[in-house]
Structure formats: C-alpha cells, structure tokens
Nanobody, 119 residues
Framework: QVQLVESGGGLVQAGGSLRLSCAAS????????MAWYRQAPGKQRELVAR???????NYAASVKGRFTISRDNAKSTVYLQMNSLKPEDTAVYYCNLDNMLPGQIYHYWGQGTQVTVSS
C-alpha cells in the first residue's frame, strides 16, 4: 500500500508563489509516475504536471513556464513550485502516484491541499 501526504497549500495574492510537497510512503515501484492534479469548484480534475521515473516531464499548457515539478527519489517526495500565480490557479491540488508493471497500473491519491489565489 502507498500513502501520499501533501503540504504547502494556502492563500496567496496574485503574482505570488507557493511550493507544494508530497511525501510518499509504502511500496513504490521502480517504474512510476508522480504527478500533481487540481480540481477547481465545478470543474473536472485536471493534470497540472507529471514526472516519470525515467525522467520525462509534462506540464499542462496553462502552467508551463510558471510551475516546476521536481522529485527527490531518496525522500520519495515530489514538489510543485508555483510562481506567478493567478486567480484561475485556485483549486484543490492532489498528489498522484502511479505504480506501473507491464499491463498494470496502480493509482494512488493524496488527500488534497487547497490553493487559493486572491486578485
């Protein structure tokens, strides 16, 4: 089993910065993806950024150039540095870990952390 614990959310003014952290514990496969998703009120959950264990990184177009995902494999932790925040970035941010085996993917989610950007 895997547990994900997020931290770092809060209230910030537009143009400000926040750094989210997500610490994973339990069985983490060597082939995995750690990612951040977000869900705003009344909207579907969307991918923000993902970091494959092989080194591939992807960003949503809406955050590219402003957000940076990184990971510390020794600490089993993924980070999301969010700069130049906008009110439309307001959402609950969820950490995600996908453990992968050939033909199988196991999905795990954190409890979510609120990010509120005031105008």
């Amino acid at each position: 089993q895997v547990q994900l614990v997020e931290s770092g959310g809060g209230l910030v003014q537009a143009g400000g910065s926040l750094r989210l952290s997500c610490a994973a514990s339990g069985s983490i496969f060597s082939l995995n993806v750690m990612a951040w998703y977000r869900q705003a009120p009344g909207k579907q959950r969307e991918l923000v950024a993902r970091f494959h264990s092989g080194g591939i990184i992807n960003y949503a177009a809406s955050v590219k150039g402003r957000f940076t995902i990184s990971r510390d494999n020794a600490k089993s932790t993924v980070y999301l540095q969010m700069n130049s925040l906008k009110p439309e970035d307001t959402a609950v941010y969820y950490c995600n870990l996908d453990n992968m085996l050939p033909g199988q993917i196991y999905h795990y989610w954190g409890q979510g952390t609120q990010v509120t950007v005031s105008s």
